[in-house]
């Protein structure tokens, strides 16, 4: 690990000021973040300590739910409030990492963390995402933990977040704060960039910008599930996964808002496939056609190619369960 300097801000507009800068990042759990400076893939020579802030507070309003940057996922999971209002976001929490992991992930950094591509990983491997203008290796090489969604010629990692994906079914939003103390929320559909062509550049947010919460509305559905399938019981990242959010009215859907991982480049949703839904009586044909339309244009290559019927196995039972 190369050598850095630490500074531990009690206001967000210092810790921002502190970390506007291309060599800068900010820390909480660090459980990626330590990592990826271990193998040199990320060398940030100044870390801003944002655990002193005062963002880690579960607060709830007339909205839904605002949740701290710094909350633990264990935390979270756990609170009762989204046990009982947002329980597709505790599944999936629980569905993640180990409990030790938990215990010191954050919630803005869940939303941060970057891809497990082993390509990534190894700086003596071309990768864009890593190295810009570098090339990309998985396209070549192992890929059966890779995306099929919203891929490019550049890249195709895929994004592991179990939590992302739960607050993308939910219609989560990001709120952000800069050096100035100026405030703005971002909707977690807008939050992450595809990688197109450049492909390092992951999410959309300004340089010193810094996550100080996630805001959750009131769920639309009463009906939740989150379902990930994964080559061993725990504590692997999702070959697919699915977060469905559902309103059932006169047998028919009445809401549908599915989210799911282990497919894209980032926690991907496709209002097509919710808006097929709505308002039909559920059937193994109308599971069929979400399934078509959610994989009409998905890119596969040779290790990847699996993920096609099997996402659209697991959407049927998920569909099945939740519309019971």
Known sequence: MRPFDLTRPEELSAACRDTNGENAAFIAGGTNLIDLMKLEVETPGHLTDISRLGLDGIETDAQGLRIGATVTNSDLAADTRVREGWPVLSRALLAGASGQLRNKATTGGNLLQRTRCPYFYDTDTACNKRAPGSGCAALKGEQRNHAILGTSDHCIALHPSDMAVAMRALDASVELCDAEGESRR???????????????????????????????????????????????????????????????????????????????????????????????????????????????????????????????????????????
Do not use: C, N
Request: overall charge positive.
């Open 186 to 324: 971002v909707g977690l559909e807008k939050f992450y960039r595809l990688p197109g062509k450049t492909p390092e550049r992951e999410t959309h947010l300004r340089p010193g910008e810094l996550i100080t919460a996630v805001h959750l509305p009131k769920a639309g559905g009463d009906r939740q599930v989150y379902r990930k399938v994964r080559d061993r019981a725990s504590y692997a990242f999702a070959l697919v996964s699915v977060a469905a959010v559902l309103r059932m009215k006169g047998g028919r859907i009445a809401h549908a808002a599915l989210a799911f991982g282990g497919l894209g480049t980032q926690p991907w949703r496709d209002p097509e496939v919710d808006a097929l839904l709505e308002g039909e009586t559920p059937s193994q044909a109308l599971f069929d056609k979400a399934g078509e339309v959610l994989m009409r244009d998905a890119v596969v290559h040779e290790g990847t190619a699996f993920k096609v019927p099997l996402g659209k196995r697991v959407l049927t039972a998920v569909l099945k369960e939740v519309t019971a």
